[in-house]
């Protein structure tokens, strides 16, 4: 079937292929030529920036749209709606997305081995990750374009949030999931808000497929990151990020890889930030995979980044596990363009960086870890500088991956596993709960046996 179109009001933003620089209908998600992602670029910006205010202008308006209580201004996302596309203010979904905390890492920052290390946590978002910084938009896009019925293929967080803004907007959701290998807690998210949730027999890339048909046929609009309505909101996050730190870009950004579109989305959002004149500097931005899922790192390493190199994915950051990232190009073409670089990780330096986040009192899912263990290697192979500044982008929430978490304490995370020897580094990290009598004394002597 064909999509309808997605009018607006004035043709400020426009659709073009990112392959053969085509500028297409409003209404796919591929080139019909030679069927690219597309992505969003504004021909319509006036010489001075979007809708004739200048970088120092619009700095001022985002800021004082901080102290409106309008849902549209209290929104992190569409607080900087100048730089997104143009939609009428009645058809936008909001849960208040976005402004998130950056929070200081000081001992994760001592053992990766530089100086300051900070987090932006995009797990305070409403739905626990960072997928609600684009669903507002490419939701409130889908709702503008009339249609009744929303999707998307996922790892847990896509869903759990697609299914939260389709509610909210009055809208049906589709949910098509791995079977088994998703967070019980993103499962749950996703029930709870109302999704039509299907547990597919497959992996996340077999989703894909299937879903990807059921689009085709069905007047049901795709909310998978190749939407590029999510990676334009998705981009507010790095737009944020930089206003937090008075518009001082840090040395490096570093972003989890799974299908590619957050480091694509974040690297837009630079591109776009030094266009305007917000920034002079564009920071290196680098992307960290599961060893188990790490197709864009075998892609760079065997044959230069010409082509992707699909892999089976298989790793316990399940929100990763992606053999075959439909934004590859994008994410190539900003880690190219920043000089940033690709690493992968193991799963039991997953899950040390992950305990190490975690005792900071900030906390984060699996997937999100990657940034920290990927860190600490790019350190060693002094790509990052001790005196570097570097912002982590966490992705989710711990609370996305409790069962990952009281696993890593109990200490049989890997049991069974091909990664049990890594597991015994581990143990000074695991703080199993401690089961004791009811008695005073009983935790007075816990207490001192701490202390000591
Ligand atoms: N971190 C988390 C917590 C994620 O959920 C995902 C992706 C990523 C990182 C990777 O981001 O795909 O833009 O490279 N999760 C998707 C989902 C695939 O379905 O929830 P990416």
Avoid at 171 to 177: D, G
Wanted: charged share 25%; net charge neutral; proline share 5%.
């Amino acid at each position: 079937m064909t999509e309808q179109a997605t009018k607006t009001e004035v043709s400020v933003s426009q659709l073009r292929c990112i392959g053969c620089g085509r500028t297409a209908l409003p209404d796919r998600f591929r080139c019909e030529t030679c069927r690219d992602l597309l992505e969003i670029t504004y021909p319509g910006w006036d010489a001075r920036g979007p809708y004739g205010l200048d970088a120092a202008s619009l700095k001022k308006l985002w800021l004082d749209r901080r102290s409106s209580f309008k849902p549209i201004d209290q929104s992190g996302v569409w607080r900087f709606r100048e730089i997104l596309p143009e939609i009428s203010e009645d058809k936008v979904i909001t849960i208040r997305e976005g402004n998130t905390p950056i929070y200081e890492l000081p001992h994760c920052a001592q053992s990766a081995g530089i100086k300051y290390l900070f987090a932006k946590h995009q797990g305070m978002n409403p739905t626990g990750s960072f997928k609600d910084t684009g669903m507002t938009t490419a939701a409130s896009f889908a709702r503008a374009a009339g249609y009744k019925w929303v999707a998307c293929a996922s790892t847990g967080n896509t869903s759990a949030s697609m299914a939260a803004y389709a509610s909210r907007g009055g809208l049906r959701s589709l949910v098509l999931i791995p079977d088994g290998k998703i967070s019980w807690g993103k499962l749950s998210q996703s029930l709870d808000y109302g999704a039509i949730t299907c547990q597919l027999k497959s992996d996340f890339d077999g989703c894909v497929r299937v879903l990807n048909e059921v689009v085709e046929r069905m007047p049901v609009y795709l909310l998978n990151s190749v939407n590029p309505y999510r990676v334009e909101g998705q981009k507010t996050a790095a737009f944020e990020l930089l206003e937090q730190r008075g518009w001082e870009p840090p040395d490096h950004i570093i972003v989890p890889g799974g299908n590619l579109a957050n480091s694509s989305a974040i690297g837009k959002a630079l591109r776009e930030m030094k266009q305007l004149g917000f920034i002079s500097r564009v920071p290196k931005i680098s992307v960290i995979q599961a060893e188990g899922a790490n197709p864009l790192v075998r892609s760079v390493r065997e044959n230069g980044g010409e082509k992707l190199v699909p892999v089976h994915a298989e790793t316990m950051a399940t929100a990763i596990r992606i053999g075959n990232p439909a934004s590859w190009k994008k994410a190539l073409r900003v880690i190219r363009e920043t000089d940033g670089t690709v690493e992968q990780v193991t799963e039991g330096e997953i899950a040390l960086a992950k305990a190490e986040i975690g005792a900071e009192g900030v906390g984060c899912e699996p997937a999100s870890a990657v940034t920290l263990a990927g860190l600490k290697k790019l350190v060693k192979q002094g790509f990052v500088a001790p005196n570097e500044t570097v912002v982590l982008v966490l992705t989710g929430h711990t609370l996305k991956d409790a069962d990952f978490t009281l696993k890593f304490h109990r200490g049989d995370l890997f049991n069974g596993t091909s990664f049990e020897a890594e597991s015994n580094s581990l143990k000074p990290y695991q703080r199993s709960p401690l089961v004791l009598e009811p008695s005073v004394d009983a935790v007075i002597d816990l207490l001192q046996s701490a202390e000591s």
